[in-house]
């Protein structure tokens, strides 16, 4: 599966982005998604996830900011993300997989190029 990101650009402080994620080049199932981030310096961490059976999970840092959703007819995987602060500010990539339980520790196959997100004060 190959994944496209986009949707990254600069913004102040308190706005709003869209990100979004098409998969392409594989017929097997996508059941799992999920957005993480990696700032300058700082390691990848976990933004939010979503199994296909509708299970969400997110990070306590963007919990009621952020939300992630899917639209299977255009299989593509959104994060919207509001409220943003400067500390929102990193490299976002998406994830997705054919197996459920990922989304418990991580281990996506197939990873997009990541789509960067600034966010100015």
């Given at each position: ?98 197996r459920s339980w990922v989304v418990a520790t991580g281990d996506f196959r197939s990873w997009g190029q990541g789509t960067l997100v600034t966010v100015s004060s």
């Open positions: 599966v190959q994944l496209q990101a986009s949707g990254g650009g600069l913004v102040q402080a308190g706005g709003s982005l869209r990100l979004s994620c098409t998969s392409s080049g594989s017929e097997e199932s996508i059941n799992a998604a999920g957005w993480y981030r990696q700032a300058p310096g700082k390691q990848r961490e976990l933004v939010a996830t979503s199994t296909y059976g509708g299970t969400t999970n997110y990070s306590d840092s963007v919990k009621g900011r952020f939300t992630i959703s899917r639209d299977k007819s255009k299989n593509t995987v959104y994060l919207q993300m509001n409220g943003l602060k400067p500390e929102d500010t990193a490299v976002y990539f998406c994830a997705a997989d054919s």
